[in-house]
């Protein structure tokens, strides 16, 4: 982990305590990060999962990988470097939204696993959900819902994941979700049986 540049600055503590937000809020808060290859369902699985906790009341967030790229993240590509800042900026919200007492979901294909365990890093043990959207490469193409694979394909997206840049598995992730062996609303369950279980949320 880099240090600022500026050493001029001082980490100002809130006067409220997580566990307060937690009491009134009703739940713990988490990162739930949701990683897989584009087209594995984690877009659509994260909005689902964060329907079904925000229905029960819960304070939620969705990081979308797309959406982060149109403001906070606009000025990077997708080279590997790219990626790894991508990952660090929305790793470094994402802790910032989890000490405000939210559900924070991230959909983010983010590739690598040293991303991903860096921001596992920034937060305390049982704060980061990773939740692995496995799904086969062929299924993944079949659903191609932006048409980037044919794109990719044919040569005109440059690395992209699964075709001409690698995706790293996660070894150890708190949920593994097959998307092409069930249907959304199983998905969804098994999330919150798994929150519930983690003591996330109350049953």
Known sequence: MHAPKSRNITWSHSAIKRSERAERNGHRSA???????????????????EK?????????????????RFGLCRDLGFSPESRTENIRRIGEVAKLM?????????????????DRDVNRELVE???FIEIYTKCALKTCEDRDPKGLYKKARAGEIENFTGISAPYEEPLHPEIVIETDAHDVDRCVERIIAELTRLGIVPA
């Open 31 to 49: 990162i739930l990060w949701f990683t897989g290859l584009s087209g594995s369902g984690k877009s659509t699985l994260s909005r689902h999962v």
């Open 52 to 68: 079904a906790l925000f229905e029960r009341g819960f304070h939620t967030y969705i990081l979308d990988g797309d959406n982060v």
């Open 125 to 127: 043990d049982g704060d």
């Open 98 to 114: 989890l000490d405000a007492g939210v559900i924070v979901l991230t959909a983010f294909i983010s590739p690598y696993r040293t």
